[in-house]
């Protein structure tokens, strides 16, 4: 073998990992481009949480929302009894300002910015993706179905800094695809811990998210988001779950 060829076949196999890192990242962006909610969907999504404040009080709150998605935009629907569950609650905390409001809490999480998502998911994924660095790839099983996992490192956000003095952060981007390429599942993860004035500050946040396709579309079949704080030494925490079950579709839709 020509001694010159050594090098070149060497730099070559070098360059292989590289190259099939960026493949597996252009790959996942050019399916997201493709996954465009083009046709209508309609679905309820169901809502639960629990959280647990700095006295170690807990509430729980559950509620169910319809949701239409098409060319005139995103329509949530909120029932006459949902929204006097949410009424009787403002009465009553208004007599009492220790009474817990968690169908309300709930329903303010309810706007459109969070529920676009499940409908739609393909775009929010391909901006998650602007501005991470892939750290690792590899083959595994997902739900006992062959899977192959992409982890990104997320950087901190610029106005994080601003607000309080960073000790430590950690940010994390899992996406799981199938054979196909298409994601089935994802996973956000931060941890934040830093100092305001002489206030220590802690954060954590983890959403888990199942995904599916249904008809052009990328869909979050459910989403889990464990949150936990603590704010110069008093902690609390929530879980909140959505799950969105698509309405069969209509004959000639």
Do not use: C
Request: proline share 6%.
């Amino acid at each position: 073998m020509s001694s010159r060829l050594i090098p070149v076949m060497l730099f070559a196999a070098l360059a292989l990992p590289a190259l099939a890192r960026a493949d597996a990242v252009a790959d996942l962006r050019a399916t997201l481009d493709r996954l465009q909610a083009m046709q209508p969907l309609t679905a309820s999504v169901k809502v639960s949480s629990t959280a647990r404040d700095e006295d170690g009080k807990t509430s729980q709150a559950q509620l169910q929302v319809s949701v239409a998605s098409g060319g005139d935009g995103l329509h949530i629907g909120f029932s006459p009894e949902l929204l006097q569950r949410a009424s009787s609650e403002a009465v009553a905390n208004a007599k009492n300002k220790d009474v817990p409001t968690p169908i309300e809490d709930l329903l303010g999480k309810l706007s459109p910015v969070n529920v676009q998502p499940m409908v739609d998911y393909a775009p929010v994924l391909r901006r998650q993706l602007d501005g991470v660095t892939l750290a690792s790839q590899r083959d595994e099983t997902l739900g006992g179905k062959p899977a192959h996992l992409l982890v990104f490192d997320v950087p901190l956000p610029a106005s994080a800094s601003k607000q309080m003095t960073i000790k430590q952060y950690t940010g994390q981007l899992k996406v799981w695809t199938g054979p196909d390429g298409v994601p089935v599942a994802v996973q956000n993860a931060i941890e934040v811990k830093g100092r305001k004035l002489l206030i220590s500050i802690e954060f954590g946040n983890t959403t888990d998210y199942q995904l599916a396709v249904i008809g052009t579309r990328l869909v979050v079949l459910s989403r889990r988001t464990e949150e936990t704080h603590s704010v110069f030494g008093k902690a609390g925490s929530s879980v909140t779950e959505a799950t969105l079950t698509a309405s069969p579709a209509r004959p000639g839709a």
